[in-house]
């Protein structure tokens, strides 16, 4: 089946603005992850949903960064008034859920603010 | 807090070569380990945890609690495991929240 997928691949912002990422995670998955790559890092966690629910925003830098999941599928990760430290790779990662489940990551958005 | 340390940023062998790749990790709880791999033009995609104990492309990886490792390993590396890899740590018991911790990941070179 297809696995998780993300749009747009690529985006270049300019400074200020606001952006938006847009994630579909494979059908049927209740656990959906957004994480946060800089380059030459390893992902770091930005936020977790189990359907609708946020349930751990703990990693989301700052009050600019907003996501949602309002029906439980499609997520959207919002960036807002766009910093040049924002310039990383967004990855997506979505799992059915139960405690041993692996995993599926998207092939993530490269964000580019100047 | 957790935390997943790799070392070595590249590691270059000769194909036929055996491979370590060193993962150690800070955690307080029981934690699951894993280990990542980005190929070329790819998404990452799960190689091995540590609860399957399998082994996968001939790469194998022990958790050694004492010396809070998870190294990978492969006693005769091939030119296609040359990839990005990276350790990454969930809790066990934070149930469905099973957020990664990753490593900044290793490059593996492996020449002909």
């Known amino acids: 089946g297809a696995g998780v997928s993300q749009s747009p691949r690529y985006k270049v912002a300019k400074r200020g603005q606001d952006v938006a990422l847009r994630c579909d995670p494979i059908s049927g998955h209740v656990s959906l992850f957004w994480y946060q790559q800089a380059l030459g890092q390893g992902p770091e966690f930005l936020t977790y949903f189990q359907n609708e629910a946020q349930l751990d925003k703990s990693g989301l830098p700052s009050d600019r960064f907003f996501a949602e999941r309002p029906e439980g599928s499609v997520s959207t990760l919002k960036i807002q008034r766009t910093q040049q430290e924002d310039s990383a790779v967004y990855l997506c990662?979505?799992?059915?859920?139960?405690?041993?489940?692996?995993?599926?990551f998207g092939p993530g958005t490269r964000l580019l603010v100047l | 807090a957790q935390r997943v340390t790799q070392p070595e940023k590249l590691l270059s062998v000769f194909k036929g070569a055996p491979v370590e790749l060193k993962c150690n990790y800070s955690?307080?709880?029981?934690?699951?380990l894993f280990w990542y791999v980005q190929y070329s033009r790819q998404r990452l995609q799960l190689l091995l945890r540590?609860?399957s104990r399998e082994s996968i492309k001939g790469f194998t990886a022990d958790l050694n609690k004492g010396e809070t490792s998870f190294h990978l390993k492969k006693p005769f590396a091939q030119e296609e495991d040359s990839a990005m890899y990276y350790c990454a740590l969930s809790g066990l018991a934070s149930g469905a929240n099973s957020k990664l911790t990753f490593g900044k990941g290793i490059t593996l070179s492996v020449r002909p």
């Open positions: 955690y307080s709880g029981s934690p699951e």
């Open positions: 540590h609860i």
């Open positions: 990662a979505s799992s059915s859920g139960s405690l041993t489940e692996t995993q599926y």
